[in-house]
């Protein structure tokens, strides 16, 4: 299971953050070539982009680049300019149409075929920006098997639902639950909006807990700042390893000897509660094997 506690937006146009960005310890970056880029400069960050691909050099991240919007007629040069280097997947904004995802999907894969690339080894996270897109997510996440993830958003969404972003966040309560609800129903990620208060820590790990107990299981990032505060959020406990542990291996225990019931610490726990346990432990880097 790949962790995506983080993901922290890097400018398409910025060698520096481009080059250094991933060194901050997020779980992915997102090379940005769509509102971080002016129109003109646009041609220039797809060159920097590819050149730092052809480094390499990411260590564990998981890379995707921002491209342009599929309602503009930038996303093609967008693909062509950063899959055949081996970009890990693509994050398109303002998605409202399946049949979009469907279309770039099949454009992925003729780069693909051309590059020598595995097809269908280009993910595709999806930016759902307008009432619209939030409406659809279930038939936008389950579009394709290309999608890996998908995210509401933030300034985009609140000015299409006529409305502003507040301190307490009330206006993305309901949107956030439609993407989380859709997100687990196709099997994709649910990745959350960014916290734009960078200097408001204590605002920005209440929003993290909120979120988490929603069933996001990551965030966007704009600062290198938010990194450690949303990963202790996301990033269980001791105590919460140690309880996973003992419910899993006595799951494991009871199934050896045909018993469908499990008993941990004096109390009878059920299939979800083993699933959860199960998840706490993929989250904490822990696989099946190494649970006794």
């Known amino acids: 299971m790949r962790l995506r506690r983080t993901k922290l937006y890097l400018p398409g146009n910025n060698p520096n953050m481009l080059l250094r960005g991933h060194l901050f310890g997020s779980d992915g970056v997102i090379l940005d070539l769509e509102d971080a880029v002016a129109l003109s400069e ?11 691909l052809k480094r390499g050099e990411f260590g564990e991240c998981e890379v995707t680049v921002r491209i342009n919007g599929m309602d503009t007629d930038l996303w093609r040069q967008d693909i062509e300019a950063v899959v055949p280097f081996g970009v890990h997947g693509v994050r398109v904004p303002k998605v409202e149409n399946p049949g979009d995802m469907q279309l770039l999907d099949e454009a992925l894969s003729e780069i693909e075929d051309k590059a020598g690339i595995a097809q269908g080894s280009t993910l595709i996270f999806c930016l759902l920006e307008t009432a619209l897109g939030i409406h659809r997510a279930y038939d936008i996440a389950s579009s394709t098997k290309r999608i890996a993830g998908i995210c509401p958003g933030g300034e985009d969404l609140t000015a299409d639902l006529h409305t502003s972003r507040s301190d ?125």
Do not use: Y
């Not at 646009?42 to 730092?52: E, M």
């Open 42 to 52: 646009k041609d220039t960050a797809r060159i920097l982009i590819q050149q730092v």
């Open 168 to 292: 307490s966040g009330v206006e993305l309560v309901g949107p956030r639950r439609m993407v989380v609800l859709a997100a687990h129903a196709a099997g994709v990620c649910a990745l959350d909006t960014v916290f734009s208060r960078i200097t408001d820590e204590e605002g920005l790990r209440e929003e993290t807990e909120f979120v988490k107990q929603l069933g996001f299981e990551g965030k966007s990032v704009i600062h290198p700042n938010q990194i450690p505060i949303i990963h202790s959020v996301f990033t269980p406990t001791e105590k919460e390893i140690d309880k996973a542990k003992r419910i899993v291996a006595a799951a494991k225990d009871a199934a050896k000897r045909g018993l469908g019931a499990v008993q941990v610490d004096g109390k009878m726990v059920d299939r979800p509660v083993v699933k959860r346990a199960e998840f706490t432990l993929q989250r904490a880097g822990i696989t099946q094997e190494e649970v006794q």
